[in-house]
């Protein structure tokens, strides 16, 4: 299955190298090893390695966290002696990449049998995180060149039905400013890092177990990241802070949105139509796999100790916040990212112990209502906006319907405790 893993990885990178290149810009295989030697760019190249230590001993992860440092100085202080300084050089990265990279060598010649098979996994697991970085900017790049019209009118059309939840919220949020917009703002740029704990947590017992757990959280992490940019192109969109408002630098998207009106007025309600957009903003918002990472944290974070529990609801609701109030996403994204979430999940589990008729039947039905949340938003949105007392609570009803389907369906896996063994009294003897 590791095999079969990483031949499909590599396939998925060259092929988005080759489309990338097709539109004038380096793929993902080009920038990750550019930054095997330059600056790298923002990304999880530590949260990578921290994953690939979970394999190893407390002093085998003190040796490669000094060396990723150690490395890291190095190179910082060379590109500052060159006078290559720029402000990507400030970050710092090489060096974790550098020892994944060297760990990989590590296995290959000088590991064998089981030792050899853990190092490599956890190695393999460090680097599809900083591939899945590389590959999702490459997606996004992609998804701005190929779909020059974006859907978005649609979509806010359906979300009168909805209350139009990002106008509201976005007010909302612009009335606790500076602290609301500057808290969420940080909860929704570090949701790799929440996504780097629970991981963390689960995989706290790989090197003693000498095994990785059966299922966890960077699994689905990378299979949501893999599949949702596919939606992407099926339904581009770019958001309503772009379409119906300034973007987000606050001036930019002034010029090809419909009109200025994010967060203030809510949009007319008028048959909708696609509409043209710059190359440059990415169709990323149908279904928002920011809601879907972080219905993934929530969900793995449940077997965790109070803290964590707490932690993972935390970042979900101020997850569904900042997408709404910073006007990245309508209310029916939301929707359909939890319905997107919840169907991975119950894949991942239902392969892994084994497919029966609970687990084909959640798939089956989550992969229907999500289709069929698609069709309504693409061909049915006036429908939907003419009766918002009905059609709201269904779309609600139908994201809700799915989640306590999981709900059950996952309680049923949960194994069951045996009753106490009963011992029938023995007679007293005479």
């Given at each position: 299955?590791?095999?079969?893993?990483?031949?499909?990885?590599?396939?998925?990178?060259?092929?988005?190298?080759?489309?990338?290149?097709?539109?004038?810009?380096?793929?993902?295989?080009?920038?990750?090893?550019?930054?095997?030697?330059?600056?790298?760019?923002?990304?999880?190249?530590?949260?990578?390695?921290?994953?690939?230590?979970?394999?190893?001993?407390?002093?085998?992860?003190?040796?490669?966290?000094?060396?990723?440092?150690?490395?890291?100085?190095?190179?910082?202080?060379?590109?500052?002696?060159?006078?290559?300084?720029?402000?990507?050089?400030?970050?710092?990265?090489?060096?974790?990449?550098?020892?994944?990279?060297?760990?990989?060598?590590?296995?290959?010649?000088?590991?064998?049998?089981?030792?050899?098979?853990?190092?490599l996994k956890g190695v393999g697991l460090?680097?599809?995180?900083?591939?899945?970085?590389?590959?999702?900017?490459?997606?996004?790049?992609?998804?701005?060149?190929?779909?020059?019209?974006?859907?978005?009118?649609?979509?806010?059309?359906?979300?009168?039905?909805?209350?139009?939840?990002?106008?509201?919220?976005?007010?909302?949020?612009?009335?606790?400013?500076?602290?609301?917009?500057?808290?969420?703002?940080?909860?929704?740029?570090?949701l790799a890092v929440a996504a780097i704990?629970?991981?963390?947590?689960?995989?706290?017992?790989?090197?003693?177990?000498?095994?990785?757990?059966?299922?966890?959280?960077?699994?689905?992490?990378?299979?949501?990241?893999?599949?949702?940019?596919?939606?992407?192109?099926?339904?581009?969109?770019?958001?309503?802070?772009?379409?119906?408002?300034?973007?987000?630098?606050?001036?930019?998207?002034?010029?090809?949105?419909?009109?200025?009106?994010?967060?203030?007025?809510?949009?007319?309600?008028?048959?909708?139509?696609?509409?043209?957009?710059?190359?440059?903003?990415?169709?990323?918002?149908?279904?928002?796999?920011?809601?879907?990472?972080?219905?993934?944290?929530?969900?793995?974070?449940?077997?965790?100790?109070?803290?964590?529990?707490?932690?993972?609801?935390?970042?979900?609701?101020?997850?569904?916040?900042?997408?709404?109030?910073?006007?990245?996403?309508?209310?029916?994204?939301?929707?359909?990212?939890?319905?997107?979430?919840?169907?991975?999940?119950?894949?991942?589990?239902?392969?892994?112990?084994?497919?029966?008729?609970?687990?084909?039947?959640?798939?089956?039905?989550?992969?229907?209502?999500?289709?069929?949340?698609?069709?309504?938003?693409?061909?049915?949105?006036?429908?939907?906006?003419?009766?918002?007392?009905?059609?709201?609570?269904?779309?609600?009803?139908?994201?809700?319907?799915?989640?306590?389907?999981?709900?059950?369906?996952?309680?049923?896996?949960?194994?069951?405790?045996?009753?106490?063994?009963?011992?029938?009294?023995?007679?007293?003897?005479?």
């Open positions: 299955m590791w095999a079969a893993a990483g031949a499909a990885g590599l396939l998925i990178l060259i092929a988005l190298e080759v489309a990338a290149r097709h539109y004038g810009q380096p793929g993902p295989v080009t920038n990750q090893v550019r930054e095997v030697l330059f600056a790298p760019k923002p990304g999880p190249l530590y949260g990578g390695l921290a994953l690939m230590m979970v394999v190893l001993t407390w002093r085998q992860r003190f040796i490669a966290a000094g060396a990723a440092i150690g490395i890291d100085v190095v190179f910082v202080l060379a590109r500052w002696a060159v006078g290559a300084e720029t402000d990507a050089d400030h970050f710092f990265g090489n060096g974790a990449l550098w020892v994944m990279l060297g760990c990989g060598v590590i296995a290959v010649t000088r590991r064998a049998g089981e030792e050899r098979l853990l190092l460090g680097l599809l995180l900083v591939a899945g970085r590389k590959t999702g900017d490459s997606w996004l790049f992609i998804t701005s060149k190929a779909r020059p019209a974006v859907l978005d009118q649609y979509v806010a059309v359906v979300d009168h039905a909805l209350g139009n939840p990002s106008w509201l919220v976005g007010r909302l949020l612009r009335a606790t400013d500076p602290i609301g917009p500057h808290l969420l703002g940080v909860v929704y740029g570090q704990v629970v991981a963390l947590y689960q995989l706290r017992n790989v090197a003693a177990e000498r095994r990785f757990p059966r299922h966890h959280l960077v699994r689905t992490f990378l299979v949501i990241g893999l599949l949702g940019p596919g939606i992407y192109m099926l339904f581009p969109m770019v958001g309503p802070v772009f379409a119906y408002g300034p973007g987000a630098s606050g001036t930019g998207g002034v010029q090809w949105a419909v009109a200025n009106l994010w967060p203030n007025t809510p949009p007319p309600l008028h048959l909708p139509q696609a509409m043209p957009y710059d190359e440059i903003t990415p169709r990323n918002c149908m279904p928002s796999l920011h809601t879907a990472w972080a219905t993934a944290i929530f969900i793995h974070s449940r077997k965790g100790p109070r803290l964590l529990r707490a932690a993972g609801t935390f970042w979900l609701i101020a997850t569904l916040t900042a997408t709404l109030g910073f006007g990245y996403h309508y209310g029916a994204d939301l929707i359909a990212g939890v319905v997107f979430a919840l169907t991975i999940e119950a894949a991942l589990r239902s392969f892994d112990r084994g497919w029966d008729r609970q687990g084909i039947q959640l798939v089956v039905y989550g992969t229907v209502v999500f289709a069929a949340l698609l069709v309504a938003y693409r061909y049915l949105p006036m429908e939907v906006a003419r009766y918002p007392v009905v059609s709201g609570p269904l779309l609600v009803l139908a994201m809700a319907s799915v989640i306590f389907g999981y709900v059950r369906t996952t309680r049923l896996w949960e194994p069951k405790a045996a009753p106490p063994l009963q011992l029938e009294p023995q007679p007293e003897p005479a």
